[in-house]
């Protein structure tokens, strides 16, 4: 069997009524490669005036990695950064030793009705790196490799596939393509790392014929080469790369291989020494304190 692990998703409220499907991370595996938060937001439909913004908000120790499929987001961060988000780019926001950010609706979109679509993840970055200096990357649509290949379009969104590299900056070995399927098609996957999982926002797939519901993730076994088909076409996204260089402790929007550097960042958060984002006043106040491990 090729599939190591099946992982459902799990309903999320963001806020005001904004609904992600919450796949990373997992009871059964925290992370795949350097990814420990795959969120599927969407496809949800706004009406004119609605706000499904995410005030300013702080992350320490990871990499988050956007990516729209329909919509528009308005990124703003502590660096000065003003970047809209538009399908078909990927915004990677290194946060490193902090960030604070906000991603709000654009403001020529909010008096009309839109729709929003697209997946977040975050990317733990190596021990060496986790306290690294903030920094921004935005890597437009066109820049991005496309790979034609009998009956499917491989993007190449991070690192290395089909004898091409993505330009987007990365850490660590790390692998995310965004394939389309036409009807009855199939296409082969091998040199995979050694994790790997795939992923279909649009349609329903099967991995060497064994079916993947919708809404469920597949964790392939290490090394494995599959052959993926769609009856009916879809779209589906690969992730993976290198096992991540030991255990990391999540805390709200905190991930780092040290539980006091965490506590740290909340303490940062909670008396305002975090870089402010200009021009924003709101802030997203830190959760219920303390964390998990302090009440053990």
Do not use: C
Not at 9 to 29: E, Q, W
Not at 107 to 133: F, M, S, Y
Not at 273 to 290: C, K, T
Request: hydrophobic share 40%.
């Amino acid at each position: 069997m090729a599939i190591a692990h099946l992982f459902r998703s799990h309903d999320k409220d963001l806020g005001g009524g904004f609904t992600v499907r919450r796949l990373l991370p997992a009871a059964a595996r925290q992370s795949i490669g350097p990814f420990l938060f795959f969120d599927h937001m969407g496809p949800v439909e706004a009406p004119a005036g609605a706000r499904h913004d995410v005030r300013p908000h702080p992350h320490i120790g990871l990499a988050t990695v956007t990516y729209l499929f329909e919509g528009a987001i308005m990124h703003r961060d502590s660096l000065g950064t003003e970047q809209r988000i538009e399908p078909g780019a990927v915004n990677w926001m290194t946060a490193g030793s902090g960030i604070v950010h906000s991603e709000r609706t654009p403001e020529d979109l909010l008096e009309r009705t839109r729709r929003t679509h697209g997946l977040q993840l975050w990317a733990a970055l190596p021990r060496e790196h986790e306290e690294t200096p903030a920094a921004f990357s935005h890597t437009p649509a066109d820049r991005i490799p496309e790979i034609a290949l009998p009956g499917a379009t491989v993007r190449l969104l991070v690192g290395s596939a089909f004898g091409q590299t993505s330009p987007v900056p990365t850490f660590s070995q790390t692998l995310y393509l965004d394939v389309q399927l036409a009807p009855g098609a199939a296409i082969e996957l091998d040199d995979l790392p050694d994790e790997t999982a795939l992923y279909a926002p649009f349609g329903t797939i099967e991995i060497d014929g064994e079916p993947v519901a919708a809404n469920t993730m597949a964790m392939l076994e290490p090394g494995a080469a599959v052959r993926v088909s769609a009856a009916a076409g879809a779209r589906f996204v690969v992730i993976g790369g290198a096992p991540l260089d030991g255990k990391r402790f999540i805390f709200w929007n905190f991930v780092s291989s040290s539980r006091e550097r965490i506590e740290q960042a909340a303490r940062d958060w909670e008396h305002d020494r975090f870089v402010p984002l200009a021009g924003d006043n709101e802030r997203i106040p830190l959760p219920q304190w303390p964390p998990t491990w302090r009440r053990d």
